[in-house]
Nanobody, 122 residues
């Protein structure tokens, strides 16, 4: 069965950094679109960062451009979200998604992992 396991969340101060990981099992990442989508309390879900299935396109939400970096390691069936200069507004539950992924609007994916919580507070 396809399973995605997100990890790496935590509580940090503004300006801090975190690296989220998503480990996939039941499929090989090569040939699949991947993405990170977040849900903050009281806010609409939003796509954060995505890479197309063919690695030709990478998308970042305007709010995270220049601060977040999405990458993949197909050999390990794992992908990452490096988050730098974190802000209060980045506080959310972050979900990883694989297949049929879009970061437009509220984001979408065919397969979802359990979220990992990121809290940015001073």
């Amino acid at each position: 069965q396809v399973q995605l396991q997100a990890s790496g969340g935590g509580s940090v101060q503004p300006g801090g950094s975190l690296r989220l990981s998503c480990a996939a099992s039941g499929l090989s990442l090569d040939g699949w679109g991947i993405g990170w989508i977040r849900q903050a309390a009281g806010k609409e879900r939003e796509g954060v960062a995505c890479i197309s299935y063919d690695d030709r396109n990478t998308y970042y939400a305007d709010s995270v451009k220049g601060r977040f970096t999405i990458s993949r390691d197909n050999a390990r069936d794992t992908f990452y979200l490096e988050m730098n200069n974190l802000k209060h507004e980045d506080t959310a539950t972050y979900f990883c998604a694989v297949g049929g992924v879009s970061c437009a609007g509220r984001g979408r994916g065919d397969h979802w992992g359990e979220g990992t919580q990121v809290t940015v507070s001073s």
